[in-house]
RNA sequence: GCGGGCGUGGCGAAACUCGAAAACGCGAUGCCCUUAAAAGGCAUUGUCCGCAAGGACUUGCAGGUUCAAAUCCUGCCGCCCGCACCA
């Protein structure tokens, strides 16, 4: 089966080694010449690389070799997201440290890395869980505290019992989390938070100004950031001067409209609203129930609205008017002020309880002629609303916001759905927290002196739950570092998004000892030019990222507001109609494709089964095929060898097919130049070169003759080692081995990408298509830019056309220049 | 419910600034090479009618705009993704 495949093992592992040897892709900052930071997303080191990876960074790969062919100085580097749970759980089940999982699990998989031949700047791998790299991520969180952007308290959070710790919202996926996919439960508990919420807006802001990024994860974004504008002021309680309920709304102009009002079960003012006992026991049971309810429970659709009634009534302070106020499990507390103006005329959850509980229904928007639903949520002209009738909805939030701070009982009020991001894990691979707790100075930030606070390897992992630190307690047990006394460490480690959230600036001087990274190396690298990764990223790493970056930015440590120009989300690798899984047993294991085709087919193929954005269909059959075209491309280029190597450089042809075949060439130039620079569109630019390699076949047996030998040798030649430096990037390893065989001594990836020659993409002819009513009749060729009364003469004349024009008179005739005539007739 | 995307041969796909639908690859069929197979080469391959020449039809469905629509517009149908009681 494999009989006449060229041997790719040996030159793979040629040029393996070679590149290697010569440090042919290490990067040093040069401002003499323009940059391009490729990058993609780094691994957790579970074991083994998968197809996802070898999609991504055989596209990496591509980008970096094409741009250092375009003569940029490229910086693509590769490192480790060391941290982690599967480290510790696979501690937990097989007694292995997970230290030592996770190295050897990255020795494995560089190993595997190092057989795709992938350009990488190997100097600059990097690991983050070596305290040589988190505990730069330490001293910024001090500088976090410092300035408040990191806190600790206590709240409900959620948790995944199967993880045992915290979850960020971002990381809770339809109430399931991302990572075991196990039913989050809430928690009371203490920990700590970056502020992200005080980046809301900044956030946001530059969600318009990455025009490198997709639109789809840039509303990904948006939506996560929930921006709403509106209205917050104070409802009166009455008979209780003291009290008052703040409530948050978008809609100030329909509050005329207010029936009701609601708190949320866990609002903390509930308690004091509450007078007798019989209410209190209703209201206990009540919240019991809700908090009984899980995340998903509570979050089902269509789940009716439950509430209860308080004896206590609030004012509407637009109307006077005495409303009845209920807790209800359809207000959060996490949003807003816990509290709301019930509005069932305009809003449809206030309606659906108005319903259910009996409840007045008083309409402030004028309805559409046949409107018959019940809240109606469209703007139109207020009715019922006091001094706002006859507004537009606009012109009544702005009038009922001025009447509020003109009466100093409210505000205009921009909320977030964004939660600031909950960083604390109750796990022990991961980094530690620097803080301590003193008995008499309580909680202290380590010294900078003493960083990093290092994770402790002797531990006892038992997956009960719990901090596993809270057991060692030679790290637990320390010193303050202000008083000296006595004191306890925090024993939370921080999520693991924290280390991956400024790996890209470590990249720039990955060894740099006195800081972070070096200021003049970051700015000269950074930003990414290209980023890749998957979508599955698009709220978790990707906004954690571009708000640390804008720490670090506000930190003084770097000029950069944004960290990735550009960004290209890959679709997933597909197989049976499903994602690759061990349960489906749809599984292709990377090493055996290496080993079966070698590295140059598998990339080859996964950059030409769809465009990278897209999800791909893996198909052994397509594999074959990919393996098929470099087999063809190798076989011709050998057995051509002594032709092509007298070939002359530079060809002017002058025989029609020795011209044409010249076009051919630097079309493929063209196409594939603008395939990879226009929208990725690597599959097409494949197929150019494919169409290429045919044309060069075809050209081969064809011109035997009629073509002069000097002028058939000089344009092979052209062709082939244009085919070469095209497919280069795409296939490097047999491309390399080819360029050298043809007798060039340097790197193929030293090269100067190819440039089209206009002069040999000029046509003389083109073929025109005769339509007659819009339906093909005919073709005609003609030379380039022919008058067109005389391509409408020719193709009136046409025999191909003549006959659909026999009893039909020409209405008028439609001249594409150098692309169609179409006739229209009347009958 | 809100937001985004998609629907083209037996399959992966291409063409989407309106201008030859199906490039390229896979699969299939036939032939050549071979003792034979593998590998390779050449050819055919959207559907239907036809011996052929040729013709008709065809981009989820139904309309519309246009000389011309896969491409633009309207309304459906189906699929995928994200968010979702966010006030």
């Not at 009534?313 to 005495?322: C, D, M, W």
């Not at 994602?579 to 080993?595: E, Q």
């Amino acid at each position: 089966m494999s009989s006449d495949r060229y041997p790719f093992a040996e030159i793979e592992a040629k040029w393996q080694a070679r590149w290697e040897e010569s440090r042919q892709f290490r990067a040093t900052e040069d401002p003499g010449r323009p940059k391009f930071y490729c990058l993609e997303m780094f691994p957790y080191p579970s074991g083994r690389i998968h197809m996802g990876h070898v999609r991504v960074y055989a596209i990496g790969d591509l980008l970096a070799r094409y741009k250092w062919m375009r003569g940029f100085n490229v910086l693509h580097p590769m490192g480790w997201d060391a941290f982690g749970l599967p480290a510790e759980n696979a501690a937990i089940e097989h007694g292995v440290h997970p230290a030592i999982w996770t190295y050897e699990n990255i020795a494995y998989m560089r190993a595997q890395l190092r057989k795709m031949g992938i350009s990488y700047d190997w100097d600059r791998e990097l690991t983050t869980c070596d305290p040589a790299y988190y505990k730069w991520e330490q001293l910024v969180f001090i500088k976090m505290l410092e300035r408040g952007l990191a806190y600790r308290r206590r709240s409900t959070v959620n948790w995944c019992p199967s993880c045992q710790t915290v979850l960020a919202n971002e990381q809770v996926e339809a109430g399931r989390c991302w990572r075991c996919d196990s039913e989050v439960t809430r928690r009371d508990i203490d920990g700590w938070f970056f502020k992200i919420t005080e980046y809301a807006e900044e956030l946001l802001a530059w969600c318009d100004r990455l025009p490198g990024w997709p639109e789809r994860v840039m509303t990904m974004q948006r939506n996560w950031i929930g921006k709403s504008e509106g209205a917050e002021f104070d409802l009166p309680v009455v008979g209780r001067p003291e009290l008052k309920i703040r409530v948050f709304t978008t809609r100030p102009d329909t509050a005329f409209g207010m029936t009701y009002a609601v708190l949320a079960p866990e609002h903390p003012l509930v308690d004091a609203l509450v007078t007798d006992r019989k209410e209190r026991a209703a209201i206990q049971q009540f919240r019991a129930e809700v908090a009984r309810q899980s995340e998903v429970e509570r979050t089902a659709e269509d789940r009716p609205k439950r509430g209860v009634r308080l004896g206590a009534k609030v004012v509407n302070p637009f109307n006077g008017a005495e409303i009845p106020l209920f807790i209800a499990d359809y207000i959060l507390m996490t949003y807003g002020t816990g509290a709301i103006m019930a509005v069932p005329g305009e809003d449809e959850r206030d309606w659906e309880f108005a319903q259910q509980h009996g409840l007045p229904v008083i309409p402030t928007v004028k309805r559409p002629a046949g409107w018959t639903g019940g809240a109606y949520a469209g703007e139109g002209v207020k009715i019922n609303s006091g001094f706002l009738d006859g507004l537009t909805t606009a012109e009544a939030k702005r009038k009922a916001i001025d009447w509020l701070v003109e009466r100093g009982l409210g505000t205009a009020k921009v909320n977030y759905r964004l939660r600031d991001w909950g960083i604390s894990r109750q796990r022990y691979w991961g980094a530690p927290i620097p803080v301590v707790y003193c008995e008499k100075d309580g909680m202290v930030p380590e010294k900078e002196e003493h960083l990093p606070v290092v994770l402790p390897q002797d531990v006892q992992l038992s997956g009960k739950g719990g901090s596993p630190l809270a057991e060692v307690a030679s790290f637990v047990n320390t010193m303050c570092p202000k008083c000296g006394g006595k004191a306890r460490r925090e024993t939370d480690t921080m999520d693991t998004f924290v280390e991956s959230s400024w790996y890209f600036l470590r990249y720039c001087s990955p060894h740099y000892e006195q800081g972070m990274f070096e200021r003049a190396a970051a700015e000269y690298w950074m930003p990414v030019d290209q980023y890749i990764g998957g979508i599955e990223h698009a709220v978790l790493h990707l906004l954690y990222a571009r708000f640390y970056t804008k720490v670090l930015r506000d930190l003084g440590l770097t000029k950069v507001d944004e960290p990735f120009r550009a960004l290209l989300s890959q679709g997933m690798v597909i197989k049976d109609g499903a994602k690759m899984s061990k349960s489906k047993g749809n599984v292709v294991d990377p090493d055996d494709l290496i080993r079966t085709f070698g590295a140059d087919t598998a990339r080859l193929f996964s950059l030409f089964a769809a465009p990278p954005e897209k999800d791909l269909d893996w198909n052994d059959h397509g594999v074959e095929g990919a393996s098929r075209f470099l087999n063809r491309v190798w076989r011709f280029v050998i057995a051509n060898l002594d032709t092509l190597k007298v070939g002359g450089v530079g060809s002017t042809p002058t025989t029609p097919a020795g011209v044409a075949f010249r076009r051919t060439i630097h079309e493929t130039i063209k196409r594939v130049t603008d395939d990879i620079e226009g929208d990725f569109h690597f599959n097409t630019a494949i197929s150019a070169i494919m169409e290429l390699v045919n044309a060069l076949h075809a050209f081969e047996s064809a011109s035997l003759d009629g073509v002069g030998s000097g002028e058939r040798a000089a344009l092979l030649r052209e062709a082939v080692e244009t085919m070469l430096l095209l497919l280069g990037p795409f296939a490097p390893h047999v491309t390399e081995e080819l360029w050298q065989q043809l007798g060039h001594p340097t790197s193929l990836f030293k090269q100067p990408w190819p440039v089209a020659d206009q002069a040999a993409l000029t046509r003389k002819e083109v073929t025109v298509v005769l339509q007659v009513d819009g339906k093909v009749r005919g073709r005609l060729t003609i030379e380039v830019d022919a008058a067109e009364d005389r391509v409408q003469r020719l193709a009136l004349a046409d025999d191909k056309v003549r006959p659909w024009l026999r009893g039909r008179a020409v209405e008028r005739v439609v001249v594409v220049p150098n692309r169609l005539v179409n006739v229209v007739t009347r009958s």
